[in-house]
């Protein structure tokens, strides 16, 4: 299970400030990797262009056998489909209830009916520890418990 990530060559910078350059490695297929470093160092940033959020200067991002650099918009939201990513603060919609902000990308990437999706959010829930809190919004929840809801969705 998993798909290979090569990178060659990637370099970004935010302006004058050069985050990082000429980075080149292979993420095996089926291999779990991790990514250490100080604060401040970049891992974010190379994340993020990992999956196309991100568009580096130079080099080439080659996942599954598609540069994401090169590739159309089409053919990027089909290589995001094979990653799951869980941010920092949990990135949830301060407007929308923890079930909603789970519901949200089942109604918006599927055809399940209202009844599946149900189902599917409520054992989301269950599993992150967090039947009860349904109806609660992310600002009435502390901190670990966005991060479990962002993991849920």
Not at 60 to 81: F, H, P, W
Not at 119 to 125: F, S, Y
Request: glycine share 12%; with cysteine; hydrophobic share 40%.
């Amino acid at each position: 299970m998993g798909v290979e990530v090569s990178v060659s060559g990637l370099t970004k910078s935010f302006g004058s400030q050069r985050i990082w350059q000429d980075v080149t490695l292979t993420l095996p297929s089926g291999e779990v990797s991790a990514l250490l470093g100080p604060s401040g160092t970049g891992k974010s940033v190379f994340l993020k262009s990992l999956i196309g959020l991100l568009r580096p200067e130079q080099g080439s991002i080659v996942i599954d056998g598609t540069d994401i650099l090169e590739c159309s918009s089409k053919e990027l939201y089909e290589i995001r489909k094979l990653f799951g990513v869980l941010f920092q603060d949990g990135a949830l919609f301060g407007s929308m209830n923890l079930y909603d902000n789970v519901a949200f990308p089942l109604r918006e990437h599927t055809k399940k009916s209202e009844s599946e999706i149900r189902k599917i959010v409520m054992e989301k829930l269950e599993l992150t520890g967090l039947i009860g809190a349904e109806t609660k919004l992310p600002g009435e929840i502390s901190g670990g418990m966005r991060k479990r809801a962002g993991l849920a969705r």
